[in-house]
């Protein structure tokens, strides 16, 4: 059982350029999310996934987008990276259970945007 | 005005010292919190979850919740040196919010031996 997975985990990309972050979950959960965290900012959503099938905006949507390719799996794709996207993204699953709901992290992927 | 305000620290202790968290919230719907603890370089991971006012203890960590004043706490007892990481609050609302969390920017803690 390897919980929730990210690739890569270090990347860096030149302003402009794309690419996509791979996320994926074997707990058979429904929801995913993609979350930035900074400095001083701390955990941040950007997208999340209710079910597969649906994605809906975060508080920090904007030059991201996200793909629920399947239940295991949730993408989120940079377009034309920018510096004020450099931040470590982690993904996370949902589990709800006996009254708890808890969100289950992936390791992160540190970005650096030069 | 941030949903969930959270002193950054950092803060320090001496091993065996009781350890206080604290997180204020603006948002009354809010029904759910929790405690998440990060290690370094690592993801979040839940420690504590609880539901309204009162408190909830799991061994040496007890979290406490005052919805009357929006304060949500976190103790840990006997705070040992693997105790040092960051330690963020969350919040959730139920109903259509109940998707989404809002974290506390988080504490980082160092437990000194």
């Known amino acids: 059982n390897a919980g929730v997975t990210q690739t890569p985990k270090f990347q860096v990309l030149k302003t402009g350029q794309s690419m996509t972050l791979q996320c994926a979950q074997d707990m058979n959960h429904n929801s995913m999310y993609w979350y930035r965290q900074d400095p001083g900012m701390g955990l941040r959503l950007i997208y999340y996934s209710a079910s597969e099938g649906t994605t809906d905006k975060g508080e920090v949507p904007n030059g991201y987008n996200v793909s629920r390719l399947n239940k295991r799996e949730f993408s989120l794709r940079l377009e034309s990276a920018a510096p004020s996207q450099t931040s470590v993204y982690f993904c996370a699953s949902r589990r709800t259970r006996g009254g708890t709901d808890t969100q289950y992290f992936g390791p992160g992927t540190r970005l650096t945007v030069l | 005005q941030k949903e969930v305000e959270q002193d950054p620290g950092p803060l320090s202790v001496p091993e065996g010292a009781i350890v206080s968290l604290n997180c204020t919230y603006s948002n009354s719907a809010f029904q759910y919190f929790m405690w998440y603890r990060q290690y370094s370089r690592k993801g979040p991971e839940l420690l504590m979850y609880?539901?309204?006012?009162g408190n909830k203890e799991d061994g040496r960590f007890t979290a406490q919740v005052d919805k009357s004043s929006k304060y949500i706490s976190l103790f840990i007892r006997d705070s040992q040196p693997s105790d040092s990481a960051t330690y963020l609050c969350?919040?959730?609302?139920?109903?259509?919010?109940?998707?989404?969390?809002?974290f506390g920017k988080g504490t980082k803690l160092s437990v000194i031996p």
């Open positions: 609880t539901y309204s006012s």
């Open positions: 969350a919040t959730q609302a139920p109903g259509a919010g109940s998707y989404q969390l809002t």
